[in-house]
C-alpha cells in the first residue's frame, strides 16, 4: 500500500533516523493519554456516584411523598389525620401508598443511648412502595414490639437478632419543661410516669446507602404512633410508589390538585440538593482535568516546532521542489493527528482499565498509603462506584483528539510560511 508524501513523511517525522521510535514522541504521546485516562475515571466515578445514589435513594425513598403543610399538630408533630382520602386517590391513579410516622427518636441498648430516626411502617403496605424487604436479614414483617435496624446502626450499638433495645421519644422526655415570655425556663413537676417503648430486633437490613443503614429504625405504624402520641390512623406522611419514576408530572398535578392543603413532593425535589451538587461537581472537575489536556496540547506544540525546527532545510527543498505550503502545513497538523490518537486510544485503554479494578487499586493505595481511600461514613456508599458512559467518552476523545489537532496548528502554519531560499541560506 503506498502512502500520500503528507502521511509518508508525517509518519517519518515521528521517529529518528537511527532508532525505531523517539522518546520526544513517547513523551508527546503520553500527555494526552494520562489527561484522557484521568478524564475517563473521574467522569466515570461521578456518573457512578449519580446513579448509585439514585438507585439506593429509590430503593428507600417512595416516588411521591405528601406532607402536612397546614395539618394538626399533635406532640410537636405536624401530622395528617384522615389518610384515607389520600390513599383512596392514589389508588385511583393506580399508585400503591402507605402512611409513615416518622421522627429523631433516642435509641438505648444497656448504657449505650445514640440519637437514631424511626419510621413506623405497615409492613405490608411497605412492602409495594419501598425495597426494603428485599435486603432484610431475619423477619421483614413486623408486629408491636418489633423493629429493623440497619446494618450500621446493630453494629454501632453492639445488638443482633433477638436482641432489645428501648426507644425514647424525645417530645415525651422534655413535655413538663416550659419556655416562659421572659425567656427563662420553667421545669414543672407530673405526676405522668414517662416509660419509653421496647422493641425486639426481628431483623436487620443493609440498604449500601451508609446514611440509612446507620440512622433508620422500623417499627411498627400503631406503636409508633403510640410513642410519639398521635391517634392510630393519623400519619406524619404518605408516600407512594408509580410504574415511572421518572415521570411523575401526572401523578403530582393530580394530588396537588385534588388536596391543595397538602405539601406533595417528589424524589427528585426531595433530593434536589444533592443532585446539583453532584452534577456541578461533575462538570467542573471535567473542566479542571481538561486542562491536563491542554497542557499535553502545549508539549506537542513544542515537539513540532522543534521538529520543524530540526527539517528546515528538508522542508525548504521540498517547497524548493514544487510542494505547496498547503501540502506542507498538512504534513505537521497529520503528525499532531497522529499524536493525538495514539495518546486518546492509550489514555482510553489506561482509564478503563483503572476502572475496571478501581476496588482493587483503591484496596492496594489504601494499604501503602495507611489510610482509607474510600470511607463509607463520608461517602454514603460501601464501594467506589462507576458507570462509562458512551456520550462521557465520546466527549471526552472528542475534545483530545481536537486539542491536539489545534496544536499543531502553530507549527504548521510556521512551516507552510517557511521561504526556501530564505531557510537554504540561513542552512548555509
Keep these: ?29 503520553l500527555g494526552p493519554a ?47 389525620t384522615d389518610t384515607n382520602p389520600i390513599l383512596d386517590k392514589m389508588a385511583e391513579l393506580h399508585i400503591q401508598g402507605a402512611p409513615l410516622i ?16 424511626v419510621r413506623g411502617i405497615d409492613p405490608a403496605l411497605e412492602a409495594s412502595v419501598t425495597d426494603v424487604a428485599e435486603h432484610v436479614r431475619g423477619r ?21 437478632i433477638g436482641d432489645r ?75 407512594a410508589r408509580t410504574p415511572d419514576p421518572f415521570a411523575l408530572e401526572k401523578e403530582t398535578a393530580t394530588l396537588r390538585e385534588a388536596f391543595p392543603e397538602y405539601r406533595i413532593v417528589t424524589w427528585q425535589e426531595a433530593n434536589r440538593q ?42 525548504a527543498i521540498l517547497k524548493a521542489v514544487g510542494m505547496g505550503g498547503m501540502m506542507v502545513a498538512r504534513i505537521f497538523m497529520l503528525q499532531g493527528a497522529i499524536i493525538g490518537l495514539l ?13 475496571h479494578y478501581r476496588n482493587q487499586v483503591a484496596a492496594v493505595l489504601a494499604q501503602v498509603m495507611g489510610v482509607e481511600i474510600f470511607p463509607k461514613e463520608l461517602y454514603h456508599l460501601s464501594q467506589i462506584p462507576a458507570l462509562i458512559k458512551p456520550s462521557d467518552l465520546a466527549l471526552i476523545i472528542s475534545l483530545a483528539f481536537v486539542i491536539c489537532i489545534l496544536a499543531s496548528l502553530l507549527p504548521a502554519l510556521y512551516a507552510s510560511l517557511l521561504s526556501p531560499a530564505r531557510a537554504l541560506q540561513d542552512e548555509n
Design 140 to 160: 421483614y414483617k413486623i408486629t408491636e414490639g418489633e423493629a429493623l435496624i440497619g446494618s450500621e446502626m446493630a453494629y454501632a450499638m453492639g445488638v443482633g
Design 1 to 29: 500500500m503506498k502512502l500520500t508524501a503528507d502521511i509518508f513523511l508525517a509518519l517519518r517525522y515521528l521517529r529518528p533516523k537511527r532508532t525505531f521510535v523517539s522518546i520526544i514522541t513517547l513523551l508527546s504521546i
Design 343 to 355: 495518546g486518546t486510544l492509550l489514555g482510553l485503554t489506561l482509564g478503563t482499565l483503572v476502572v
Design 34 to 80: 494520562l489527561g484522557v485516562g484521568v478524564l475517563i475515571i473521574v467522569t466515570s466515578v461521578m456518573s457512578g456516584f449519580d446513579r448509585d445514589i439514585r438507585r439506593q435513594i429509590l430503593a428507600m425513598q417512595a416516588h411521591i411523598q405528601v406532607q402536612p403543610a397546614f395539618a394538626s399538630i399533635t406532640d410537636n408533630h405536624a401530622v395528617i
Design 102 to 117: 416518622e421522627s429523631p427518636v433516642l435509641l438505648q441498648s444497656r448504657d449505650n443511648i445514640q440519637i437514631k430516626y
Design 274 to 315: 444533592l443532585f446539583s451538587a453532584l452534577r456541578v461537581e461533575k462538570n467542573l472537575m471535567f473542566l479542571v482535568l481538561s486542562f491536563i489536556v491542554i497542557v499535553a496540547a502545549f508539549c506537542i506544540a513544542g515537539t513540532l516546532i522543534t521538529v520543524v525546527t530540526q527539517k528546515t532545510r528538508e522542508i
Design 165 to 239: 433495645i428501648l426507644v425514647h421519644a424525645p417530645q415525651k422526655l422534655t413535655r413538663n419543661i416550659k419556655w416562659p415570655e421572659d425567656g427563662t425556663v420553667k421545669v414543672q413537676e407530673t405526676d405522668t410516669v414517662y416509660l419509653p417503648e421496647e422493641v425486639t430486633v426481628a431483623g436487620i437490613f443493609t440498604m449500601g446507602l451508609y446514611e440509612y443503614d446507620s440512622t433508620m429504625l422500623f417499627m411498627h405504624i400503631d406503636q409508633a404512633a403510640q410513642l410519639f402520641g398521635i391517634d392510630w390512623g393519623a400519619a406524619t406522611s404518605i408516600h
